[in-house]
Nanobody
Framework: QVQLAESGGGLVQAGGSLRLSCVAS????????LGWYRQAPGKQRELVAA???????NIPDSKKGRFTISRGSAKNTVYLQMNSLKPEDTAVYYC???????????WGQGTQVTVSS
C-alpha cells in the first residue's frame, strides 16, 4: 500500500513557473516508477513525465525543455519543475506510482494548475 501526497499547484501567469512535489509513503521500497499525469476538462489523462528508481527520466518530446522531473535522494519524493507555462498546461496534475512485481498502481488526489493568459 502506497499513499501519494501532491503539493505545489496554483494559479500563475503565462510564462511563469511552478514546482510540483509528491511524497510517497507506505511500501515505498516496492515503487518502480514515479511520475506525473495531467487531465484537462473534457480531455484524456496524459503522461507528463516519469522517472524510474534508477533515475531514468521519460518526458514526451513536446514537454522537453520546459518540464523537468527529478527524484529526491530518499527516492520517495518526486518533483516536476514546470517553466514557461502556457494556458494549455492548465489541468489537474496527478502523481503516479508504478509498483514492482504486479503490486498495482497508485494515484494521488491531484493538484490544480491554472495558467492565465
Amino acid at each position: 500500500q502506497v499513499q501519494l501526497a501532491e503539493s505545489g499547484g496554483g494559479l500563475v501567469q503565462a510564462g511563469g513557473s511552478l514546482r510540483l512535489s509528491c511524497v510517497a509513503s507506505g511500501s515505498i521500497f516496492s515503487i518502480n516508477t514515479l511520475g506525473w499525469y495531467r487531465q484537462a476538462p473534457g480531455k484524456q489523462r496524459e503522461l507528463v513525465a516519469a522517472i524510474t528508481s534508477g533515475s531514468t527520466a521519460n518526458i514526451p518530446d513536446s514537454k522537453k525543455g520546459r518540464f523537468t522531473i527529478s527524484r529526491g535522494s530518499a527516492k520517495n519524493t518526486v518533483y516536476l519543475q514546470m517553466n514557461s507555462l502556457k494556458p494549455e498546461d492548465t489541468a489537474v496534475y496527478y502523481c503516479y506510482a508504478e509498483m514492482t512485481g504486479g503490486r498495482g498502481d497508485y494515484w494521488g488526489q491531484g493538484t490544480q494548475v491554472t495558467v492565465s493568459s
